[in-house]
């Protein structure tokens, strides 16, 4: 292999593809942001395609106006405070026991779990036992349903088993219970699994779009994916540039991206600070799984 101060033609090559990926990825946001921030002269005529041409800030400006959009915002964030929170707690307690080679049925208890992975009831199936238990058109109907990702249930497990058995087991010796050995040790070990998980948790719930079309019907209840599909899709958009004054100034065009752009703009945020963590722990879940 031709190498040129350390760099080999594989890495140049593998250089080059992941970068047309990047590329690929990233053109989508900053096409839309290009076309949000652009006077309507240039959209209209298809001019924008990465830089914005007639600088303006009056899509955004109709967007930060309509209260909906704040209100899906509210309801989305405590919907994943509040479903993180659960599903880290169910998923935790089961992975740590189900990583305990003493535990009774614990094969059982495994078949049952990846056959939830291979069979699905179906929608109908899912809406009536969710009208069963009484918690349709319920803040509880965003949360309880997806409480437990078996996928990532299997993930923190395998992690669990691969930490160090002298470690627990010094614990116990100090007179630990499972309870203490699980706060205290295990949970201290594994920070890269949990960041990991609870980002896959956290976006999962934030783009739930589906489950909150089937269970909600109260338009105050809605995240903000449900108000962000009636607005680009349903055709509410229009009734945002009226409502804001905006109407002469923005292309209906320019205000759908804008709302698309602001929708997932707190999770393109927050990834950065917890890249490395989650790196580690994807790395970690997928090498011994």
């Known amino acids: 292999m031709v190498r040129l101060r350390g760099i080999g033609i594989f890495d140049v090559v593998n250089f080059l593809l992941l970068l047309l990926v990047a590329i690929a990825c990233l053109f989508p946001f900053v096409h839309m942001a290009s076309v949000a921030l652009s006077s309507p002269q240039y959209v209209v005529r298809n001019e924008v395609s990465i830089w914005p041409k007639g600088l303006q800030w009056d899509a955004v400006n109709a967007v930060f106006s309509d209260k909906r959009l704040w209100t899906g915002y509210r309801n989305t964030i405590f919907y994943v405070v509040l479903g993180t929170c659960i599903s880290m707690s169910i998923t935790i307690m089961g992975a740590y026991s ?41 803040i509880w109907a965003i949360v309880l349903p997806n409480a437990l990702n078996t996928y990532y249930l299997i993930i923190m497990r395998t992690f669990f088993q691969g930490l160090p058995k002298e470690v627990e087991e010094s614990g116990r010796i100090d007179g630990l219970s499972d309870f203490r050995v699980l706060t205290s040790i295990v ?103």
């Open 98 to 138: 189900l990583s305990r080679p003493n535990l009774i049925f614990r094969t059982p208890f495994m078949l049952f779990i990846v056959f939830t992975i291979m069979f699905f009831g179906g929608l109908i199936p899912f809406y009536l036992v969710m009208k069963a238990y009484g918690i349709l058109n319920t």
């Open 187 to 289: 949970i201290p070990l594994s920070k890269p699994v949990l960041l990991t998980i609870g980002l896959f948790y956290v976006v999962d719930i934030w783009n739930n779009f589906s489950g909150a079309l089937v269970l909600l019907r109260d338009e105050s209840l809605f995240p903000l994916q449900l108000m962000l599909r009636n607005l680009v899709v349903v055709g509410q958009a229009g009734d945002v540039l009226e409502a804001s004054g905006f109407g002469p100034k923005v292309m209906l065009e320019s205000l759908k991206y804008a709302v698309i752009l602001l929708g997932c703009l707190p999770v393109i945020i927050v990834y950065p600070f917890i890249q490395k963590h989650f790196e580690q722990g994807a790395l970690i879940g997928s090498v011994k799984g």
